[in-house]
């Protein structure tokens, strides 16, 4: 299993909803990571997991809230969003969280907030 | 903050023509890597190049990396309409290592 598999792939949500994100790959990778991508702009780190363990938050706001239940998965639950917060959301993953590693994407999910 | 920048924004060709993509970064690297996106959909990786190396091939693609000049360049020989979509190139944030960095990307569009 070569992929990143990211659900769903599209979410509409009103402001004061509650929905996850969720990602998952079987390939051994011990780091993932959250991208955020506005349209016609290039994607943008939010949350980097390195072993299971938070290492990096881009200073992003706390009504986006990540979770690694183990090592296979990550999911981002989201919470009182802005229609600003409207964007592509992508996860990766990568051997390692080192500098020698490409990443594996997800297809990821297009989240719409009304 | 972006490492990496492409040029040109834009670029389109015709089948069967070669199409060339560049980027310029701003720091000392580890190494640059290269990916697609059809459509606003998940990125493809598509090489890594270390800063020890100076050209790198994969199929149709060839990566080429001059240090001295802070650059590098895509290369894509024999396009194909299947290659458009929007090319990237990423570096590691210089100052946290964990943070790959993505430049603004060059659209591609290969007319059949």
């Known amino acids: 299993d070569t992929e990143v598999t990211q659900t769903p792939k599209h979410l509409v949500m009103g402001m004061t909803n509650k929905k996850s994100l969720k990602c998952e790959q079987h390939?051994?990778?011990?780091?993932m990571y959250w991208y955020k991508q506005k349209a016609k702009k290039p994607p943008e780190l939010m949350f980097v997991y390195s072993y299971e363990k938070l290492s990096i938050n881009e200073s992003v706001p706390s009504r986006f809230s990540p979770e690694c239940p183990n090592s296979s998965l990550l999911n981002l639950h989201l919470h009182a969003l802005q229609p600003e917060d409207s964007a592509l959301y992508l996860c990766?993953?990568?051997?390692?969280?080192?500098?020698?590693?490409?990443?594996?994407f997800g297809s990821g999910t297009r989240l719409t907030v009304v | 903050s972006q490492q990496g920048e492409e040029d040109p924004q834009a670029l389109s060709i015709q089948e069967g023509e070669n199409a060339t993509m560049n980027c310029s970064y701003k720091t000392s690297i580890n190494n640059l890597q290269w990916y697609r996106q059809n459509s606003g959909r998940g990125l493809v990786h598509l090489i890594l190049?270390?800063?020890?190396?100076r050209e790198k091939h994969s199929g149709r693609l060839r990566v080429t990396l001059d240090t001295s000049k802070k650059s590098s360049s895509l290369l894509i020989t024999a396009s194909r309409a299947a290659d458009t979509a929007s090319y990237f190139c990423a570096t590691f944030d210089p100052s946290g290592s964990e943070k790959l960095v993505f430049g603004k990307g060059t659209k591609l569009t290969v007319n059949p």
């Open positions: 390939m051994g990778h011990r780091a």
């Open positions: 190049i270390r800063s020890n190396e």
């Open positions: 990766a993953s990568s051997q390692e969280a080192a500098v020698n590693y490409g990443y594996t």
